[in-house]
């Protein structure tokens, strides 16, 4: 089953603007994880955000976790038209003796020069 | 570094076909997972190889499907008897043993059944 649930499903966005995308889960979990895929091919780690952390950074992207809604964001500031892609966040269940990743459906993300 | 590589990278087969794709992880990577991805959608986990353990079978939809990792390394996914809602792209992940799961991915195998 489906542990992450991203949204919005799709994003459009112009070059220089900020996009957040969102994701809810339903269980316990290890850790968050953020990936990117472009053209329907293989998946590309982001950032990772540890259960006992509240928010990350990494260059342009910030991820934030409130395991009280279980719910996390990504942010990617100052966009550019290499950030086109589909993002997808997964859940590590790991500590519940399952070493699955869980991903969501994704955002599917457009930038527009 | 060579990252998780896959082959074939598109396979067209027809129905009732047997078909075998192949992933060969980032050395020393312990972990290898598959998982499929129908169009538009997320990844579905398949099955996990850790070490010499036992894999987790768990997501291999119907006996049709079956995987093995011979030698710790190359691992192939097999698939028996294809149907056409077999048609997906299939992805190969590999990680290390001290690792907080965070996965590397092959560019995956398209499958079409015709």
């Known amino acids: 089953s489906q542990q992450g649930e991203e949204d919005p499903q799709a994003l459009s966005i112009q070059e220089g603007e900020n996009a957040t995308m969102n994701c809810s889960y339903k269980?316990?979990?290890?850790?968050l994880q953020w990936y990117r895929q472009n053209s329907g091919r293989g998946l590309v780690h982001l950032i990772l955000?540890?259960?006992?952390?509240r928010e990350k950074h990494s260059g342009r992207l910030r991820v934030t976790l409130d395991t009280s809604k279980k719910s996390s964001s990504l942010l990617i500031t100052a966009s550019r038209a290499a950030d086109t892609a589909s993002y997808f966040c997964?859940?590590?269940?790991?500590?519940?003796?399952?070493?699955?990743?869980?991903f969501g459906k994704g955002t599917k993300l457009s930038v527009i020069p | 570094g060579a990252g998780v590589s896959q082959s074939p990278s598109n396979k067209v087969t027809e129905k009732g076909k047997d078909v075998e794709l192949r992933c060969d992880p980032i050395?020393?990577?312990?972990?290898l997972y598959w998982y499929r991805q129908s169009l538009g959608q997320g990844l579905e986990f398949l099955i996990y190889?850790?070490?010499?353990?036992?894999?987790?079978k768990s997501g291999l939809p119907s006996d049709r499907f079956s995987a093995e990792r011979t030698g710790g390394s190359v691992s192939t996914l097999t698939i028996q008897r294809t149907q056409q809602e077999d048609s997906a792209v299939y992805l190969c992940?590999?990680?290390?043993?001290?690792?907080?799961?965070?996965?590397?991915f092959g560019p995956g195998t398209r499958l079409t059944v015709l």
């Open positions: 997964a859940t590590d269940n790991s500590g519940a003796g399952s070493y699955q990743l869980t």
């Open positions: 955000i540890r259960s006992n952390e």
């Open positions: 190889f850790q070490g010499n353990s036992a894999p987790d």
């Open positions: 269980t316990s979990i290890n850790n």
């Open positions: 992940a590999s990680r290390p043993l001290s690792s907080y799961n965070e996965q590397f």
């Open positions: 050395s020393g990577h312990t972990a």
